[in-house]
């Protein structure tokens, strides 16, 4: 029998009696199903902490996969079936199968919001999924994959949101180079914020159903969220 990362808090939670009466493995899951509504409410209200903590008013929009399984294993996936969920990240060079995770987070790589689409979802198709809700004035820094002059426009004029994307080489609207460099310099803090959220992911997250995925790959974008701001 495969021993997961549950098993092992629940045994260290019963063996040091941090929690007398802890719940048994299938307990303890439904249980966490039962109040995941609860769970995002949480993080939406730690988000609104986060940006009025944020003085600057910058943000950075990006993504990264989430595969539910190996691409050589597509044909005999269960959890999740139809080429919806088959995308590529060009960034990494990479094709995968499974979620991609659009997330906006301020310049230090605090995640404060976030959208779970199949994996097939272009930057763009994500971007707009987004609630983008974020106080008036706020600046958002995107690579050239967001790229959508007329959504730049929107966003400015209903929401007071100015969307700073990376041009193309081919651009009819170039930045001024010190935009460009604002640009470049935050692209490296959320990198590295994936990079951290990705070591934090196991090498195949267990789930019986699409939702119980979701919610494991929330939770640890939750938890690195409490790390990075308030521990």
């Given at each position: ?59 950075i929009i990006d993504s990264f996969p989430v595969a539910t ?163």
């Amino acid at each position: 029998m495969k021993i997961s990362h549950t098993d092992h808090a629940i045994s260290f939670v019963k063996c040091t009696n941090l929690l007398p009466g802890m719940l048994s493995k299938s307990r303890f899951n439904r249980r966490i199903h039962s109040i995941f509504e609860l769970i995002i409410d949480l993080f939406l209200n730690t988000a609104d902490i986060i940006k009025r903590l944020n003085i600057s008013s910058e943000y950075i929009i990006d993504s990264f996969p989430v595969a539910t399984c190996e691409n050589i294993r597509i044909c005999r996936s269960k959890l999740i079936e139809g080429k919806q969920y088959r995308g590529y990240k060009p960034s990494m060079r990479k094709y995968f199968y499974g979620f991609t995770v659009q997330v906006i987070t301020t310049v230090d790589g605090i995640p404060v919001e976030f959208a779970m689409l199949p994996g097939c979802y272009h930057d763009i198709d994500g971007m707009k999924n987004m609630f983008f809700n974020l106080p008036d004035d706020s600046i958002v820094y995107g690579d050239s994959a967001y790229t959508d002059y007329y959504n730049e426009q929107v966003c400015s004029e209903a929401a007071d949101i100015n969307l700073m994307i990376a041009r193309k080489s081919n651009t009819k609207l170039p930045h001024e180079p010190w935009q460009n460099f604002l640009i470049s310099d935050s692209r490296k803090r959320i990198e590295t914020t994936f990079s951290q959220i990705s070591s934090m992911l196991p090498k195949r997250i267990h789930a019986v159903t699409v939702d119980g995925f979701l919610m494991k790959v929330i939770l640890f974008i939750f938890v690195f969220t409490i790390n990075e701001k308030f521990l």
